[in-house]
Structures are given as C-alpha cells and as structure tokens.
C-alpha cells in the first residue's frame, strides 16, 4: 500500500510540471496545460479498462464498469485547475487517489461501476465564478455563464471552443439517476489535522459563506491642516470596523472572518482618506450563526460611521449557505477509519470544494488528508505519505461497503 501511495504523489508531481508559467504552477481552466494533463490521466484510465470521454465543460471523464457490475455507480473526483503559484496537490491528489483506488477494485474484483471525473475548473481564476465544471455535471448549470470574459476578454463560450468543445452540450454533463454516491479526496488546507496529529478525517459540511464590499465615506482634505477632532477620516473608520470583525469572530465558535482587501482614496500620504473600501469574508458551518454575525457586524459598522461622521454602505457578493455532507456515508468514512485502526475525527471544511456543488445532485462524501503545516494555495504545499496510505485504506473499505450496497 505504501508503493500505492508513493505513486499518487508522484502522479501529482508529474501533474504539476505541466503549468503555463515555467518555475511555477499555474494552471487556469482549458489553458494549453489542461490537455497535457487530459493526456495523462486519459492513458491511465484506458489502461484501466475505463471508458473515457470529455464533456462539454471540459471535465475529463473515466467509467469502470467491472463484468456483471449493474447501472448503478459511485463517482469519484476532484478538480485539476489551480490557483496562480500554487502547491501540487490541491485538487490533483483527489483525482490521483480516485485512480489508485479504481485499480485496488479492478485487482480486488469490487462488484459495482466507478466513475472518476477531474473537473476543469473548480478555483474561480481564469473567470469570475468558481465551481464551473461540478455545476454543470450536478445540472446546475446556467447559460448565462458563457458570456463571463478573462483578463484577454475571451469569453467562457469562446475559451471552450477553443480547446474543440461545444457550449451547447454541457447539458450533456449532467449526472444521471445512476450515480449512486460522489465521494472526493482533498487535502484539509488548514492546520486542524496536524494541530492534533491525525491523518485524515471525515468532513460533516462545507460552512456556508458570506462576502460583503463595505464603503466607508468620510471627508478628504489636508493632513496637515486639519485638526485631529474635526476630521472624517475614512480609513480609521475602516480600521475600527476591521477589529470589531476580528473581535466577532473570535467571540463564536467554529466561526472566521477576514478583511483581506483594503482600497484607499485619494491615496495620498499627506491627504486624509476620503473613501475606504474594505473586503469581508464570513464563513461558519451553522448558517443561523453566520446571519447573526453579519447582522451585529453591519450594525457596528453604522454605529462607527455615525459617531465618526462617516457614511456607510455594504453590498452583498456572495450567500452561499452551508452544504452539508450525508450522514450515512460520513457514518461509512468513520466506519472505514476505525476498522483501519484510525482515530476517529469529524470536521467541516472552511473552504468550498466541488463537493458542495454535488452534494445537491447525489449523496455526497468528504475525506480530509492532514495538510502538513497547515499550507495550501502556496508551492509549499505537500502531503505525508503515511497519510495517503492511509486515506487509501480508508477509501478502499469504505468503497467496498458501498459497492455492496448499491449492487
């Protein structure tokens, strides 16, 4: 099993050498990289025995269906885009693993069909919404999307043509009444795991998030003139606000919230900022708990404007409630992590995957591999091999009660 595991690190090695920026690995949805890894993943699913196919959103699609297997199936995946400068194991372990365990049930004669898909894009780089690729296969998708341009203004129409695909068949992508389960593999990207020294765990829901655009609107004028007490100074508002987001925050359990952006204006060292623009992102798996945060959090921040004279105004981006994951097949991971010796853990996942998306189409769940360090989205990021082992362990058990289920 070890050599198993070795193996899945290795192909994700392999994978991030295929990037568009020579000494990084950077690899946006069918940007010329992308069929490099199609090439790759595409010759190990043919060895496999698989049936292989790209759908119409560009999802690299491999089905297993083992003599006497019926129609049902269990899906398995992750996504094989990236961040810009990321790590090599974000997404592409999922996939990686997802392949290893087809073969364990090929060579272990499992009863029922596996289908793996590596989704094309799950970040959110090279256009403005993330999550493309599951949203057509959990048959969420909107057409409205192909208008989306990148930074080159190529439209999302135009970049799936390109890469000899046609928009008018991603209804196509779309899972059938078949598939009986999605299950994907993903580094937890966050400390949690090696804070307490645990390889894997199983993920009881993706916290729902919320992201706001605050305008904090004072007055400009001198800095040197203008005493301390008459000022309207936007970015001190901001300030205060930004620290009651982190005091809030603190103060809830199992709660976050960033202010990751800042714009000033005029921007000036010797001008008093006029307008601060402030970025907020809430995320927390209760959605009742994340409202009420938000509620006390827009509240401060108008009670800050008026006693500093400044205007305030927010606008809602994104409100995307907590998914949380099935309960028997979390129960089936825990199961699989006892009977292999493991120490159980649940956990929600702070940040989106396509699991959130598919979880409204079939039953869906989630395995954690500890992220050692605490380090994702950064060419830092890695992973133990004693942890792949194990999560291969774990998905194998789990897979066989699954396939005996759906047989």
């Known amino acids: ?75 398995l995946g992750s996504h094989i885009d990236t961040v810009p400068d990321a790590g090599a194991f974000d997404g592409v372990l999922g996939v990686a693993m997802a392949l290893e365990l087809v073969e364990m049930a090929h060579e272990m004669a499992q009863p029922a069909a596996m289908e793996v898909i590596a989704f094309s894009e799950e970040e959110g780089v090279r256009f403005s919404g993330p999550l493309l690729s599951s949203r057509a296969v959990a048959g969420r998708w909107d057409p409205a999307l192909l208008e989306q341009t990148d930074e080159d203004g190529v439209t999302l129409a135009e970049a799936i043509r390109a890469f000899g695909l046609e928009p008018t068949k991603i209804a196509q992508a779309a899972l059938d009444e078949d ?23 199983a993920v009881t829901a993706i916290v729902g998030q919320s992201r706001l655009d605050v305008e904090f609107a004072g007055e400009a004028n001198h800095a040197g003139t203008t005493p301390m007490r008459l000022r309207r100074d936007a970015m001190t508002a901001a300030a205060e606000w930004a620290l009651a987001v982190e005091d809030a925050a603190r103060a809830e359990d199992g709660m976050v919230a960033t202010v990751g952006r800042v714009q ?79 120490q159980t853990k649940v956990m929600p996942s702070g940040a989106g995957h396509d699991a959130m998306v598919m979880a409204a189409r079939v039953p869906t769940a989630m395995l954690f591999l500890r992220s050692p360090g605490g380090v994702s989205h950064n060419p830092a990021e890695t992973v133990r091999e004693e942890d792949v082992e194990a999560a291969l362990r774990v998905g194998y058990k789990f897979l066989e009660r699954l396939a005996a289920e759906i047989r």
């Open 1 to 75: 099993m070890r050599e198993r595991a070795q193996k899945i690190i290795d192909t994700c090695r392999q994978i991030a050498a295929m990037t568009e920026e020579p000494g990084r690995i950077t690899r946006r949805f069918l940007t010329p990289p992308v069929r490099e890894v199609h090439a790759l993943l595409s010759e190990r699913m043919r060895a496999l025995g698989m049936e292989v196919r790209v759908d119409g959103v560009g999802n690299l699609r491999g089905v297993w269906r083992p003599e006497g297997a019926g129609a049902r199936r269990i899906v």
């Open 264 to 342: 000033v204006s005029p921007g000036a060292t010797n001008v008093i900022p006029g307008v601060a623009r402030v970025s907020l992102d809430a995320r927390h798996a209760d959605d009742a708990t994340r409202e009420s945060v938000l509620d006390s959090l827009t509240k401060r921040a108008r009670a800050i404007g008026e006693r500093r004279g400044v205007h305030v105004r927010w606008e809602t981006l994104m409100d995307l409630p907590a998914v949380p994951m099935e309960e028997r097949l979390t129960a089936y991971l825990l199961d699989a992590m006892e009977a292999e010796g493991l």
């Open 179 to 201: 598939a009986a389960a999605f299950v994907e593999f993903h580094i937890e990207q966050g400390p949690v795991l090696e804070a307490e020294g645990l390889k894997v765990a």
